[in-house]
């Protein structure tokens, strides 16, 4: 009786502080919920989140510890690098941080034209977000106080067409991301949305998929044993469907 009692007071305890969390904008969304919506000065304009984007597209929103600063600053070249890629994937980006509109701007005409002569030039066409008031942040649990009370972790939110959220990333504020895996992730989680199937270990595309449970049924196999070709096993409870491309 008082374990059951103890029991109940730790997960009356927990949902408390979540919920405490939450009403205070430090909750985290979960995977599988309706990313935040919210609107926001941008470099692009004003922008309502995640709605203005088009809708069969997937989304990313990164957010930087601040502008001006060497680590962000390589990553905003890089994705800048890979926007053609992005968008042959249906993929939007955006970016937030927790300066201003006006430093934004600043921030982007210094990477699109003040960077040394040997370094090739781009151009930021996806929208660097305002959020100097941290609500946006906050709202997207991407305030981390034991890092910092007023800038963002790296943090990566890919939305699905629904606008569910399908994965997160965080990373502390000295280590750039790996922009490929991320790629690789958008790939990933549009390959099991389409097959209905699972990505194995350090998957790539193209390569074979999981099922989540035996491929056929005895009729089926006795209506047609061939139909077992598509399929193999390396242990009796882990079934591959091999991947038949074009």
Same mark, same amino acid.
């Given at each position: 009786?008082?374990?059951?009692?103890?029991?109940?007071?730790?997960?009356?305890?927990?949902?408390?502080?979540?919920?405490?969390?939450?009403?205070?904008?430090?909750?985290?969304?979960?995977?599988?919920?309706?990313?935040?919506?919210?609107? $926001?000065?941008?470099?692009?304009?004003?922008?309502?989140?995640?709605?203005?984007?088009?809708?069969?597209?997937?989304?990313?929103?990164?957010?930087?510890?601040?502008? =001006?600063?060497?680590?962000?600053?390589?990553?905003?070249?890089?994705?800048?690098?890979?926007?053609?890629?992005?968008?042959?994937?249906?993929?939007?980006?955006?970016?937030?941080?927790?300066?201003?509109?006006?430093?934004?701007?600043?921030?982007?005409?210094?990477?699109?034209?003040?960077?040394?002569?040997?370094?090739?030039?781009?151009?930021?066409? =996806?929208?660097?977000?305002?959020?100097?008031?941290?609500?946006?942040?906050?709202?997207?649990?991407?305030?981390?106080?034991?890092?910092?009370?007023?800038?963002?972790?790296?943090?990566?939110?890919?939305?699905?067409?629904?606008?569910?959220?399908?994965?997160?990333?965080?990373?502390?504020?000295?280590?750039?991301?790996?922009?490929?895996?991320?790629?690789?992730?958008?790939?990933?989680?549009?390959?099991?949305? $389409?097959?209905?199937?699972? $990505?194995?270990?350090?998957?790539?595309?193209?390569?074979?998929?999981?099922?989540?449970?035996?491929?056929?049924? $005895?009729?089926?196999?006795?209506?047609?044993?061939?139909?077992?070709?598509?399929?193999?096993?390396?242990?009796?409870?882990?079934?591959?469907?091999?991947?038949?491309?074009?």
């Amino acid at each position: 009786m008082k374990t059951r009692t103890l029991i109940l007071g730790l997960l009356l305890v927990t949902g408390s502080l979540l919920n405490a969390q939450m009403k205070n904008g430090k909750g985290i969304p979960m995977i599988g919920s309706v990313a935040p919506s919210f609107t $926001a000065e941008t470099t692009n304009g004003l922008l309502n989140f995640p709605q203005d984007m088009p809708g069969h597209y997937w989304k990313i929103l990164f957010s930087h510890p601040q502008d =001006f600063t060497p680590v962000c600053t390589s990553e905003i070249m890089e994705l800048a690098k890979m926007q053609d890629e992005f968008e042959s994937h249906a993929v939007k980006i955006a970016i937030i941080s927790t300066d201003t509109k006006d430093r934004h701007l600043l921030w982007k005409n210094a990477i699109e034209t003040a960077l040394n002569n040997d370094v090739e030039p781009v151009k930021v066409n =996806f929208p660097l977000i305002e959020d100097d008031k941290l609500e946006i942040s906050k709202m997207y649990g991407m305030i981390h106080d034991n890092a910092s009370s007023t800038k963002t972790v790296r943090g990566v939110f890919i939305i699905d067409p629904d606008n569910k959220i399908q994965a997160i990333f965080y990373y502390p504020m000295q280590v750039g991301r790996n922009m490929d895996e991320i790629i690789r992730t958008v790939q990933a989680l549009q390959t099991v949305r $389409a097959s209905h199937l699972s $990505a194995p270990v350090n998957w790539k595309p193209g390569q074979d998929l999981i099922i989540p449970h035996y491929p056929v049924t $005895a009729e089926q196999m006795a209506k047609d044993p061939s139909i077992m070709d598509d399929y193999y096993s390396p242990g009796s409870f882990l079934w591959f469907k091999k991947r038949l491309l074009p």
